[in-house]
């Protein structure tokens, strides 16, 4: 009987260290798991780029560019699209050129161009359009929109760019 009593307790014993191996391999596997999610966290970028949305549509309705006597461009835009746009980005270039010289970065007051409105806007500066209008000729004007998105953050339009030709006189 003894024997037998023996027998049991170690039998008992390895039950008891074969369930203290497997709890220890999945303290392992998740003590690994854990590990490489704060080591990719660290290392993959998580700040996002800013994006607008995708119907916001501008059209310009008249566009104007003089050399003599002074250097000015005018330019007439219409939000014929679902969002209000807070600001455009202008670019001028020779019309073979693929790559524009940015001119400025135009702000809306208040609460932005609405859908439905229209906004006028010359830009006469000396500083900002002498070195692009050299001469007489073909330009192109690209008018990238602008909106705040629903983070609060003032995001590009890369969908929406407007190119328009513009002769220059």
């Known amino acids: 009987m003894r024997g037998l009593l023996q027998q049991t307790k170690l039998s008992n014993k390895r039950a008891i260290s074969e369930m203290v191996s497997y ?4 303290v392992i596997a998740v003590g690994l798991s854990v590990a490489v999610y704060a080591y990719l966290k660290v290392f993959v970028p998580n700040d996002l780029k800013p994006e607008c949305k995708d119907d916001v549509q501008l059209i310009v309705q008249s566009s104007n ?23 455009v980005l202008l670019r001028l270039g020779a019309e073979e050129r693929k790559v524009r010289l940015n001119l400025k970065e135009i702000p809306f007051s208040g609460d932005g161009l609405l859908p439905g409105n229209s906004t006028s806007f010359i830009i006469s500066s000396q500083t ?23 983070r609060g953050e003032l995001a590009v339009c890369e969908k929406s760019v407007i190119t328009q030709p513009l002769t220059c006189a």
């Open 23 to 26: 709890v220890l391999l999945v």
């Open 128 to 150: 900002i359009l002498g070195p692009i209008l050299i001469a007489p000729g073909k330009y192109t004007l690209e008018i990238q929109p602008e909106a705040i998105n629903e």
């Open 65 to 87: 560019c003089t050399i003599n006597p002074t250097k000015a461009v005018s330019v007439t835009l219409y939000n014929k699209g679902l969002f209000r746009v807070n600001a």
